[in-house]
């Protein structure tokens, strides 16, 4: 198990704690941290709210050279087209700039509806207890705890049945193109595999990140299924380029897992797309 399985990712009062932190940013991504921050705030001037870092990068567990750098942009109005043009550029420049990652991310809200009541147990969860502020006033302040419930499980992947048909068409569009293909391996098994861990989230009464954690854990409740995760979260940090991983994401085990946490959570109640 990794380093949160002793409490879990809890506080001592059993709400979910925010993972990750700008001090466990590795040397190795400083200064890709550090012009994100730069770039960002000139890019968008006033028009940004605030700024975040997510995944293994501000969780201190990032491999150089193989993983991406996420990062979540709330505006104070709604994204217009140009500034999702910004955010393309934005991202094109700093993988180009750094090859210290492999890829890098770009999501892009206003701040009304982060803290909707419609995305609390959604986006709005996400910035509180998944992102790490880089720039401007914490959104989180404004937002609720959280516990993992199975609510908190509806909520977030309760959409997979929804994804999956716009899955098959990408691995459609994909067909021939190896690097097209390794993009959406990543991106299934990463879904997959967080999909199955919240499935049993509540069960097991707490909340990780890392992947291989996640597969472990899901692999405890499901035992028939345990072999597939494992494969996927090794997909979802080093994929491969054959097609056929696909197929076996959207006709079986994808399908298998919407079906199985519709009948323990639901269906998510405002399906959002992948």
Known sequence: MGTQAAHRGLDASGWLEREGSLGLV??????LVATARGRTAEAYGRRLHSAYL???VPRGTARPGRSDLDLLLALHA???????????????GLDEDFGVVDGVGVLLYGKDRLLSEQERYDLGWFLACLCTPLLGADLAEHLPRYRPDSLLARETNGDLADVLPRWRERA?????D????????????RKLVRTAF?????????????????AEIFGHC????????????????????????????????GPWLAAEYTRVHGRKTRPVGA
């Open 54 to 56: 997510y995944g293994s």
């Open 178 to 189: 190896p690097e097209a293909v390794r993009r959406l391996r990543r991106a299934c098994a």
């Open 26 to 31: 590795q040397p190795a991504f400083a200064e």
């Open 78 to 92: 709604e994204p217009a087209q140009e500034d999702r043009q910004t955010a393309d550029a934005l991202a094109r």
């Open 198 to 214: 919240t499935l049993v989230m509540p069960r097991w009464g707490g909340w990780t990140s890392d992947l291989a954690e996640s």
């Open 222 to 253: 499901y035992p028939q299924r345990a072999a597939e995760l494992r494969a996927a979260a090794d997909d979802a940090l080093a994929p491969g380029t054959d097609p056929a991983a696909l197929y076996a994401y959207t006709e079986d085990l």
């Open 172 to 176: 459609a569009d994909a067909a021939g």
